[in-house]
T-cell receptor, first 113, second 113 residues
Framework: DQQVKQNSPSLSVQEGRISILNCDYTNSMFDYFLWYKKYPAEGPTFLISISSIKDKNEDGRFTVFLNKSAKHLSLHIVPSQPGDSAVYFCAARVTGGGNKLTFGTGTQLKVEL | DAGVIQSPRHEVTEMGQEVTLRCKPISGHNSLFWYRQTMMRGLELLIYFNNNVPIDDSGMPEDRFSAKMPNASFSTLKIQPSEPRDSAVYFC???????????FGQGTRLTVV
């Protein structure tokens, strides 16, 4: 039972345009959400997070939006750069459940010149 | 700063053999996590430790899997006997508290033939 879903296994975007990566979750107890980025042959690295008390968090070119009623979050990257090409994982956590993260299956982003 | 260190980076073994994966967390971190990455299920949490004590091992797939953390600077994940379906990339991660982001190692790619 996949509690965190990333339904798009891949996404291709032109350099300079906006990349939008989507994530849906089913567990209403999740109250903290994270995005990780992963390059080949490396471990995932933390990118940005958002608490359920917010609906938006911005860090430079990266913005995460949370829609609790729809149980949906998205990561916007603008402008997209070739170095952003990587696999992006969405993850969720229940506060009080330790630091146990539930991850999605990932979306491969390719930013083309 | 040294990050999370995993060894070996690659392991090829025959079905039925015992496999031991090793992890050295970031110094000072008191939470340690073992994840497995597969195409179908993304990143799955197998087990996590807090202050060297296993907190949640509900993700360990079978009794063939076991994990130990004898001290704050070392953990092992053992598979005995190994099976071809165990082939995956295994990641170790650590964090400095129960509510901070986790830092991942580079992973061990396990192939069981």
């Amino acid at each position: 039972d996949q509690q965190v879903k990333q339904n798009s296994p891949s996404l291709s975007v032109q350099e300079g345009r906006i990349s939008i990566l989507n994530c849906d979750y089913t567990n209403s107890m999740f109250d903290y959400f994270l995005w990780y980025k992963k390059y080949p042959a490396e471990g995932p690295t933390f990118l940005i997070s958002i608490s359920s008390i917010k609906d938006k968090n911005e860090d430079g070119r990266f913005t995460v939006f949370l829609n609790k009623s729809a149980k949906h979050l998205s990561l916007h990257i603008v402008p997209s750069q070739p170095g952003d090409s990587a696999v992006y994982f969405c993850a969720a956590r229940v506060t009080g459940g330790g630091n146990k993260l539930t991850f999605g299956t990932g979306t491969q982003l390719k930013v083309e010149l | 700063d040294a990050g999370v260190i995993q060894s070996p980076r690659h392991e090829v073994t025959e079905m039925g053999q015992e496999v031991t994966l090793r992890c050295k967390p970031i110094s000072g971190h008191n939470s340690l996590f073992w994840y497995r990455q597969t195409m179908m299920r993304g990143l799955e949490l197998l087990i996590y430790f807090n202050n060297n004590v296993p907190i949640d091992d509900s993700g360990m797939p079978e009794d063939r899997f076991s994990a130990k953390m004898p001290n704050a600077s070392f953990s092992t994940l053992k598979i005995q006997p190994s099976e071809p379906r165990d082939s995956a990339v295994y990641f170790c991660a650590s964090s400095s508290g129960v509510l901070t982001e986790a830092f991942f190692g580079q992973g061990t790619r396990l192939t069981v033939v």
